[in-house]
């Protein structure tokens, strides 16, 4: 089975731009969730996509939003972006929106910086 | 946002040496999590604990899930060169939204 597969693998950004990141879920899981890794820091909750809808959502402002397409891959949106953005941020996918927590798998995330 | 206390940031140790190091809460969870990240890559889950006061073996890992529901230990006996990268716990209550609360991290190097 195939696991987590997120894109790009980094990128760098201006501030005041746009930029959208890219999960594919692994197989047969249904549940997409977002997660913010600055340096140094464990990762921190975004939001949880599951049946295509937002399904709980971290403390950040509405200028971080997303989707989840049909196939369960999932797409993240940054607006307006900051310095402080700079950040990894990781993708996870579960099935059943990851009841008890142990069905998360992560991917190997996607490098921001925002200069 | 809300992170758990975790402890130690950091430790240096000799191979074959034991470690042990430990997560706190101000809040209760339902299930206990150790992950271990490497460089470049996401956490990967070591062992999940689901109920309070439960220990929980994986090889040379042992885990236990305080009776509080408020804290969490892992030690990890003989280590080995590849035990070296970031430890975190993280806590999950149920609810609506199913979201990871994660510690800073341990960093764990392993001198050879």
């Known amino acids: 089975e195939t696991g987590v597969t997120q894109s790009p693998t980094h990128l760098i950004k201006t501030r005041g731009q746009q930029v959208t990141l890219r999960c594919s879920s692994q197989?047969?899981?249904?549940?997409v969730s977002w997660y913010q890794q600055a340096l140094g820091q464990g990762p921190q909750f975004i939001f949880q996509?599951?049946?295509?809808?937002?399904?709980g959502r971290g403390n950040f402002p509405p200028r971080f939003s997303g989707l989840q397409f049909p196939n369960y891959s999932s797409e993240l949106n940054v607006n307006a972006l900051e310095l402080d953005d700079s950040a990894l941020y990781l993708c996870?996918?579960?099935?059943?929106?990851?009841?008890?927590?142990?069905?998360?798998?992560f991917g190997s995330g996607t490098r921001l910086t925002v200069v | 946002g809300q992170q758990l206390n975790q402890s130690p940031q950091s430790m240096f140790i000799q191979e074959g040496e034991d470690v042990s190091m430990n997560c706190t809460s101000s809040?209760?969870?339902?299930?206990w999590l150790w992950y271990k990240q490497d460089p470049g890559e996401g956490p990967v889950l070591l062992i999940a604990?689901?109920?309070?006061?439960e220990l929980t073996s994986n090889g040379r890992l042992t885990a236990q899930f305080g009776i509080t529901r408020k804290d969490s230990f892992l030690n990890i006996s003989a280590s080995i060169p590849s035990d070296v990268g970031i430890y975190f716990c993280?806590?999950?209550?149920?609810?609506?939204?199913?979201?990871?609360?994660f510690g800073k991290g341990t960093l764990l190097t392993v001198n050879p």
């Open positions: 996870a996918s579960s099935l059943e929106q990851g009841r008890g927590g142990y069905g998360y798998t």
């Open positions: 197989s047969g899981h249904n549940t």
């Open positions: 996509y599951y049946r295509e809808e937002e399904n």
């Open positions: 809040s209760i969870f339902n299930t």
């Open positions: 604990l689901y109920k309070a006061g």
């Open positions: 993280a806590g999950h209550s149920g609810g609506s939204n199913y979201k990871l609360t």
